[in-house]
C-alpha cells in the first residue's frame, strides 16, 4: 500500500493550488483521510481531514481557505487551497487509515511530502 502526493509548488500569495493524493496496492478499504504539513522548525499538524462519509475538520488557520474532498471511487483524497498565505508555506503531506486485503485492522499510512511555498 502507498500513498502518492502531487500538485505542491510555488505561488504568490493570494493564489491558489490543488493537491492530490491517491492510494494504491492490496487496499480492502480505506476510512479517514487526512492532510498534515510540517513547516521548518515547527510540527507536524493536521490541516484537514474526511472520514469515509464526508465528514470534515479543519485546522482553524486554514478554515474558509482550505477545502478537502475525496474523489469518487474514495481512494483519492484533495485539498484546494485559496487565499493562499506565506505562512502556509510548508511541506504537506497526505495520510490514510487503510484496511488490507486480508488484514482485520486499519494502520496509519502516509505519503511522501509535497512542498508548498507561497511567496508574498
Known amino acids: 500500500v502507498q500513498l502518492q502526493a502531487f500538485g505542491g509548488g510555488l505561488v504568490q500569495a493570494g493564489g491558489s493550488l490543488r493537491l492530490s493524493c491517491v492510494a494504491s496496492?492490496?487496499?480492502?478499504?480505506?476510512?479517514?483521510m487526512g492532510w498534515f504539513r510540517q513547516a521548518p522548525g515547527n510540527q507536524r499538524e493536521l490541516v484537514a481531514r474526511?472520514?469515509?462519509?464526508?465528514?470534515?475538520n479543519y485546522a482553524g488557520a486554514v478554515k474558509g481557505r482550505f477545502t478537502i474532498s475525496r474523489g469518487n471511487a474514495k481512494n483519492t483524497v484533495y485539498l484546494q487551497m485559496n487565499s493562499l498565505k506565506p505562512g502556509d508555506t510548508a511541506v504537506y503531506y497526505c495520510?490514510?487509515?487503510?484496511?488490507?486485503?486480508?488484514?482485520?485492522?486499519?494502520?496509519?499510512?502516509w505519503g511522501q511530502g509535497t512542498l508548498v511555498t507561497v511567496s508574498s
Open positions: 496496492g492490496s487496499i480492502s478499504s480505506i476510512n479517514d
Open positions: 474526511i472520514t469515509s462519509g464526508g465528514s470534515t
Open positions: 495520510a490514510a487509515d487503510i484496511r488490507r486485503i486480508g488484514d482485520s485492522v486499519y494502520y496509519n499510512y
